[in-house]
């Protein structure tokens, strides 16, 4: 929880690397922004479990996997890409399949993560 708080690079890095999960909530531009890399590279340097969401109401799958290629050649933007997409990609709003996005939700996130609390 950052309210209140001057928010700044470091302050983003010292709270994704002290929590128990990280969500990436993916979009077009995530990869290009230095906070958004900032958090992923801490909490994967502290061995803070990441899962990318998506939706793919919004992001088609095919756009997310356009994204992770355009990002490939950029070391600084490629280590964010790795460090996103160690852990299962979740489309978090696709109608078309809601029982499997439960499944996901329950299984990768609830139950793997937030049951041990």
Do not use: W
């Not at 531009?29 to 909490?43: H, I, N, P, V």
Request: net charge negative; glycine share 6%.
């Amino acid at each position: 929880d950052l309210a209140g708080h001057d928010v700044s690079l470091e302050l983003m890095q010292k709270h994704a690397a002290g929590s128990q999960l990280v969500l990436a909530l993916l979009s077009p531009d995530y990869f290009t922004s230095k906070f958004c890399r900032g958090e992923l590279e801490a909490a994967a340097a502290a061995g803070v479990p990441i899962v990318p969401v998506f939706s793919g109401e919004d992001y088609p799958r095919k756009t997310i996997l356009a994204l992770l290629d355009a990002h490939r050649d950029d070391p600084e933007k490629a280590a964010a890409v790795k460090a996103a997409f160690g852990e299962n990609l979740i489309d978090a709003n696709n109608g078309d399949h809601a029982d499997t996005v439960a499944d996901d939700l329950n299984n990768k996130v609830i139950a793997r993560f937030l049951d041990e609390v």
